[in-house]
């Protein structure tokens, strides 16, 4: 069964940093781009941000771009969120999941950034 292990979450100031964490098991990592969601609070879930199978390239919504790094580990199963220059906007539950997503998702980590 596929599971999604987000972590790293927290409260920060307006203008700081978070390394989000993302362990994935059940599936062959490998094979699967990766990508990062925010849900903010009362908002539907958006990307943010992919990462393609080997980590060579990546993509990133208009919002974050320029502000935060996605990466990957295949040989730990694990993906990241590098977060800098934070803003209120920020604020809400990150989710993980390949692409095409699967279920369930995972319990999401709540970030939230103070002014």
């Known amino acids: 069964q596929v599971q999604l292990v987000e972590s790293g979450g927290g409260l920060v100031q307006a203008g700081g940093s978070l390394r989000l964490s993302c362990a994935a098991s059940?599936?062959?990592?490998?094979?699967?781009?990766m990508r990062w969601y925010l849900q903010a609070p009362g908002k539907e879930r958006e990307w943010l941000a992919t990462i393609t199978r080997p980590g060579t390239s990546s993509a990133y919504a208009d919002s974050v771009k320029g502000r935060v790094t996605i990466s990957r580990d295949n040989d730990k199963n694990m993906v990241y969120l590098q977060m800098d220059n934070l803003k209120p906007e920020d604020t809400g539950v990150y989710y993980c999941?390949?692409?095409?997503?699967?279920?369930?998702w995972g319990q999401g980590t709540q970030v939230t950034v103070s002014t």
């Open positions: 059940g599936f062959t990592f490998s094979d699967f781009a």
């Open positions: 999941n390949r692409f095409p997503p699967a279920q369930p």
